[in-house]
């Protein structure tokens, strides 16, 4: 089934900005992504200063480069409005600054996912990012890893998460796995 792209993509991106609105105030601040950060850090707790090093630099760049684009009114606050409409246009505009924000936060997120550093995802390491990291319930978890898997090998790989990531934010179409990422949108 295809819907409009507008209203579906609003509607995924609607999800993407609650999970980051951390305290629900309506707008995503500095604040909200260093306690987005913060349960990022939790879920890799188990790794060294370096890794984490690492991962709070990646959150810096995705931040800064997301703040610069996002914040229409240089209030250094992103509305839902502007974070959508940040998501949707280099798509259009800048197709390479797209596939870098892609690339970086796919690296990220597959890197904190694979606690065991075996190169895949298991469902029980999904479902801890689910909980912990984006606020899932364990059923929209468990219900998004099925999506996710479409393989039916009980684990996700780098390629599956950057195909998933991608539709996500993209596809138009209501019955693309991508769509399953965060869960229900």
């Not at 319930?137 to 393989?151: I, M, R, Y």
């Not at 599956?160 to 019955?175: H, I, P």
Request: net charge negative; charged share 30%; aromatic share 10%.
């Amino acid at each position: 089934m295809t819907e409009t792209l507008g209203d579906l993509r609003n509607r995924k991106l609607a999800k993407l900005f609650e999970i980051l609105d951390s305290n629900g105030d309506g707008v995503v601040s500095l604040d909200d992504f260093e306690e987005f950060g913060g349960r990022v850090a939790t879920v890799a707790g188990q790794r060294d200063a370096a890794k984490i090093a690492e991962m709070k630099n990646t959150l810096k760049m995705i931040w800064d480069e997301f703040e610069s684009g996002a914040d229409g009114d240089n209030d250094r606050r992103v509305t839902e409005q502007e974070f959508i409409g940040s998501l949707l246009t280099p798509q259009a505009t800048d197709p390479a600054k797209f596939i870098q924000f892609v690339g970086l936060t796919c690296n990220l997120l597959f890197g904190i996912a694979d606690t065991d550093g075996d190169g895949r995802i298991s469902e029980a390491e999904h479902m801890l990012v689910g909980r912990e990291v984006m606020r899932l319930s364990d059923t929209e978890t468990a219900e998004s890893f099925d999506k996710l898997d479409f393989w039916k090998r009980g684990y996700l790989t780098m390629d599956q998460y950057v195909v998933a990531y991608t539709e996500f934010l993209t596809s138009s179409s209501s019955d693309s796995n991508g769509n399953w990422l965060l869960g229900k949108y």
